[in-house]
């Protein structure tokens, strides 16, 4: 009995509750309001280098040490070494730096030119861009080479975006980014700092050309089979 | 036992009812009408002078975009209606994007409706993008009230730097809402009428 009165209690109080519901319903659709959207889509650019310049001043006749170091006279210079480089044909940002016979205080400098050392690539447009706060860095290398072979070595130097520490930043904000804007050539829109063994390389030019010195150092090939190439 | 009226009582009964009803149609009425017209209001909003302003960062700060820069990364901001009755839409395009460049789109939310609105800042849609390199400056107020014609301004900024791991050459979406709703509805979360 007391099971069919609660029950029924039930069934009375359904209706209220369904009109309960209706009310609120209502109330929330009685409230008027528009909503405005923000759409957006962000394509990123692209960082891209490429070397597309390599001259070595390999003019033939062994450069000697400056100043002479030994106490005996300075001898004809001769033409033993032999430095070559490439731009790697699949991979442009890829130089092959090639030293044929080399020998302990043999040095050679090679110039390596990338005139669009940055490029912001877009689907409308590329265009040379280097901002200051993303310079480039080369990554130095070394590379093992074997006395008395004709190994070639081979030295990738990949641009690589690096952040600027503080350090640089602060030597850079000081020393370089006062100075004001110059073009070099018709060519020039870059602000560029690159980084070599941690020295900055001046800004504003479009030409990036990193004096790259390989100097076989006679002193650890004396006791040792092996030298690593060292760049400076 | 069963009593019987008289059939005269009966006639003289429905005479006395008829009678009455007689007096009933007799009475002499007026009916007044009130005639109503109710024009309802709008609540509408829409956006106003949109604009754009490309920077990038330098040591020195951040700076207006050099001229010779202006073709690396462009910002475009344009209204858009998918079609009728959907949102109105600030549709953003960046293309070529790239560490410490920024974009400014300054926009106002602009009340036409002649019902007073409240406006609330934007806001991620659910299920969609929520990236912390997208950001509003000097934004309205939360609960901002706008009568008619009246305007609240705000600024998206789009910036990223390497920690945000932005990668090249690729694709990011976003969307966000504004909320308008008239004057003396606040948002259920809201205490204060």
Request: charged content about 15%; proline content about 8%; aromatic content about 8%.
């Amino acid at each position: 009995m007391f099971n069919r009165n609660n029950s029924h209690s039930q069934w009375k109080a359904l209706p209220l509750l369904v009109l309960g519901v209706l009310l609120l319903t209502g109330i929330a659709y009685g409230l008027w309001s528009e909503t405005l959207l923000i759409d957006g889509i962000v394509h990123t650019g692209e960082v891209y280098g490429k070397w597309t310049s390599c001259i070595c001043n390999d003019d033939g006749l062994d450069p000697l040490p400056n100043p002479w170091p030994y106490t005996y006279p300075i001898p004809t210079r001769k033409d033993v070494g032999k430095t070559t480089c490439t731009i790697d044909e699949k991979d442009p940002r890829i130089l092959h730096l090639t030293i044929e016979n080399g020998y302990p205080s043999y040095w050679a400098i090679v110039k390596c030119i990338s005139p669009t050392p940055a490029l912001y690539r877009s689907s409308s447009a590329v265009t040379r861009l280097c901002p200051r706060n993303s310079p480039l860095q080369l990554q130095t290398a070394q590379k093992t080479v074997k006395s008395g072979s004709n190994t070639g070595i081979e030295l990738a130097h990949k641009w690589n975006r690096v952040r600027m520490n503080p350090a640089n930043r602060q030597a850079a904000s000081s020393s370089m980014w006062n100075n004001p804007p110059r073009k070099i050539s018709p060519m020039s829109s870059m602000y560029m700092s690159a980084s070599l063994n941690g020295t900055n390389l001046p800004p504003w030019s479009n030409v990036w050309q990193p004096p790259l010195k390989i100097n076989l150092q006679a002193a650890d090939l004396r006791h040792s089979s092996s030298k690593s190439a060292a760049m400076e | 036992m069963n009593k019987r009226l008289p059939l005269g009582l009966l006639a003289i009964l429905l005479i006395v009812l008829l009678a009455g009803v007689g007096v009933a149609y007799g009475l002499w009425s007026e009916t007044l009408h009130i005639s109503g017209w109710v024009m309802t209001g709008t609540v509408d909003v829409e956006f106003k002078d949109i604009k754009v302003t490309e920077k990038v960062g330098t040591p020195d700060g951040v700076v207006d975009e050099p001229e010779e820069k202006a073709n690396a990364a462009n910002c475009y901001a344009v209204m858009a209606q998918v079609s009728t009755g959907s949102p109105e839409t600030l549709a953003i395009t960046v293309i070529g994007a790239y560490p410490s460049y920024h974009c400014y789109v300054t926009f106002k939310v602009n009340s036409t409706g002649s019902v007073p609105v409240h406006i609330y800042q934007p806001e991620v849609v659910p299920n969609h993008n929520n990236y912390d390199w997208v950001s509003f400056e000097d934004c309205y107020e939360n609960d901002t009230q706008l009568h008619q014609d009246e305007s609240g301004t705000c600024t998206l900024l789009i910036h990223f730097t390497n920690d945000d791991n932005v990668s090249e050459n690729t694709s990011y979406t976003f969307l966000y809402q504004i909320e308008a709703r008239q004057w003396n509805e606040p948002r259920p979360t809201d205490n204060t009428p």
